[in-house]
């Protein structure tokens, strides 16, 4: 039996569906399974439809993204998206794309602890998720410097998504 569910719940369209179509505008933005949807937008406005996101400036040089918050305009500007869950928070820089930040504070939620960062350079607010182990192990608190790891990095410049 084929049924068609409309509704305005990313989580239950996600959960529910064998296909999502994501609508904006009246317009078809995105089709395919809730996977595909979801781990590889097509656009900067899917990506942000289908939950929280944290949003990183930058330029695409050499096939890299460098973070740049302030950076001038002209060519190879872009806009990195990195989900909560999708960032590792650590004592130590762990890569060069590793970007310092400030603990602002931590909360449980369930089985998750969010912890909103401020980026050292830019001040933009940062937003992870942790599993509540690796929280405990860390010893955060409020105030701590720390540095933020994208683990999964999604670059679109000029609204096309950027193999990175």
């Known amino acids: ?12 369209a996600l959960e529910l ?10 317009n078809v933005a995105q089709t395919g399974t809730p996977d595909e ?15 929280d996101v944290n949003l990183f400036h930058g330029r695409v040089a050499a096939g890299s993204f460098l973070h740049q918050p302030n950076q001038p305009e002209g060519d190879g500007v872009a806009t990195a998206f990195v989900r909560p869950h999708d960032l590792e928070v650590d ?20 089985p998750k602890v969010r912890v909103e960062l401020r980026h050292r350079d830019s001040g933009q607010v940062i937003e992870a998720e942790l599993t509540r182990e690796r929280h405990r192990n860390l010893g955060l608190a409020a105030g701590d410097e ?15 998504e950027v193999a990175i």
Not at 37 to 51: I, T
Not at 149 to 156: A, G, I, N, R
């Open 1 to 12: 039996m084929t049924s068609i569910f409309v509704t305005h719940d990313q989580e239950e």
């Open 17 to 26: 569906a064998d296909r999502v179509v994501v609508m904006m505008d009246g």
């Open 37 to 51: 949807v979801y781990d590889r937008p097509a656009s900067p406005e899917v990506y942000q439809f289908l939950g």
């Open 91 to 110: 004592r130590f820089q762990s890569t060069e794309k590793s970007v310092p930040a400030v603990v602002l504070h931590a909360y449980a939620v369930g």
């Open 146 to 160: 720390v540095w933020v790891t994208p683990k999964s990095l999604h670059v679109f410049q000029d609204g096309q």
